[in-house]
């Protein structure tokens, strides 16, 4: 029996995450190669769901295959992650995803593993379903770190937690900005819903995927037109190129700035000016801004929806945050302003870091976006999956 390309397309993305350390996003970028419209999103489906699902799938290949995943030969172990996620998460045939994971072993030249995998997976078949849904609620049975957790009950009680759980492991919404033909009007200006991105609108530049929430953030800057605007983490440019005046833009990483200017360059963003530098420690030369946007560096925690495997290396950066910010508002003129954003659900990355920096805060910001007002200091933006159906994101206007 052969393997479907799809399912072979998954296995090699989770093989790649787990053994390689890659990027699903870009793993998948190249095991999708090839394939029809149809089996790319089906391949989507199963390597993202195992990489995001893989906590809850180890403890049920441990638990009924009575052999401790992390002892497995990698593609036994991945062939079981794949096989478990289809007979506990999708509606798939039980003897699909038991021949396929037995194939996908077997192709790998791992004869002798044969007879195992499929003793495991018979076993899941028959007792996966039970054993999930007697798991109680909590990191194990929506598979997230520990520490992510406790982040979220410190910060918004256990309901509030388990709420953001299970609203990151839901598909994320399709938003786009742009020349839209097909799309729905959303609560943000220019952000609109769509089905599905049209890849040859988004390779003319005529559209840019960016959600609710990084819109909000690069809107809250106020920019306008002749005006000097700082963009101190600009790559890959969504943001940047929202903004109007002249802007420049910092990447310090040589890739990543060349990204960042062949979209302004698509996109049509003349304004945008890409300077390759580190924003903690910019030219001298760059200073007497109007405005700043500082989207950090962060843990995610905002996002992990549409990056399955961000919630298993997640780290929070609240020292860099600071020092970014702080760099950003040094060269920003007497009574401009810094608009401090991140793509997190961490109050130790967001509220801590504004209150350390110093900076006075601006309380209009919340009173044009009454809707996104943070809960517990309403002076700040606060977006959250569960709450709004867009990314989570932190947003504070600051004066200098």
């Keep these: 029996m052969s393997v479907s390309p799809a399912r072979r397309a998954a296995y090699e993305v989770v093989r790649r995450v787990f053994e390689e350390d890659a990027y699903a996003d870009r793993a998948l ?48 172990r991945a062939s079981l992650r794949l096989g478990a996620y289809q007979l506990g998460f999708l509606d798939v045939a039980p003897h699909a995803a038991a021949n396929e994971s037995v194939e996908l072993v077997r192709g790998a030249g791992l004869e002798r593993a ?12 028959e007792g996966v379903g039970r054993l999930l849904a007697s798991l109680p609620e909590g990191p194990l049975k929506h598979s997230y770190p520990d520490w992510i957790f406790d982040v979220w009950q410190r910060d918004f009680g256990p309901e509030g937690a388990l709420s953001l759980m299970r609203a990151q492991n839901e598909p994320p919404e ?51 037109d002749g005006e000097r605007i ?17 802007v420049t833009a910092i990447e310090v990483n040589d890739a990543r700035a060349r990204e960042l200017e062949e979209n302004a360059r698509r996109l049509g963003a003349m304004n945008v ?12 030369e ?57 793509c997190t659900l961490n109050a130790d990355e967001n ?32 977006t959250r999956p569960d709450v709004h159906g867009t990314s989570g994101f932190f947003v504070a206007r600051l004066r200098v």
């Excluded at 989507?44 to 441990?62: E, K, N, P, S, W």
């Design 273 to 284: 000016h890409v300077v390759r530098a580190d924003a903690t420690q910019l030219p001298p």
């Design 29 to 76: 970028r190249s095991a999708v190669e090839g394939l029809d419209e149809r089996e790319r999103a089906f391949a989507q489906q199963l390597a993202y769901g195992t990489v995001q699902r893989v906590r809850t799938l180890d403890h049920a290949i441990d638990t009924l295959g009575k052999r401790p995943v992390r002892k497995l030969d990698p593609p036994v």
């Design 174 to 224: 399709l938003v786009v900005r742009g020349q839209v033909e097909d799309g729905e009007q959303t609560d943000v200006p220019g952000a609109y819903r769509v089905a599905r991105v049209d890849e040859r609108a988004l390779a003319e530049g005529r559209i840019w995927p960016q959600s609710r929430a990084s819109q909000l953030a690069a809107l809250a800057v106020g920019a306008r």
């Design 351 to 382: 509220e801590a870091v504004v209150d350390a920096s110093g900076l006075e805060s601006d309380s209009t910001l919340a009173a044009e976006w009454p809707h996104y007002r943070h809960p517990r200091r309403p002076e700040f933006l606060l």
């Design 286 to 342: 760059l200073g007497s801004f109007d405005r700043a946007l500082v989207d950090a560096p962060c843990s995610g925690l905002g996002v992990l929806a549409r990056r399955p495997d961000l919630r298993w290396r997640a780290k929070p950066l609240p020292e860099l945050q600071l020092a970014l910010l702080r760099a950003a508002a040094e060269r920003v003129r007497q009574g401009g302003v810094v608009v401090y954003s991140v």
């Design 230 to 246: 700082l963009d101190a983490c600009a790559a890959p440019g969504g943001k940047a190129t929202m903004l109007r005046g002249e």
């Design 114 to 125: 044969v007879p195992f995998t499929n003793a495991v997976m018979r076993r899941l078949a």
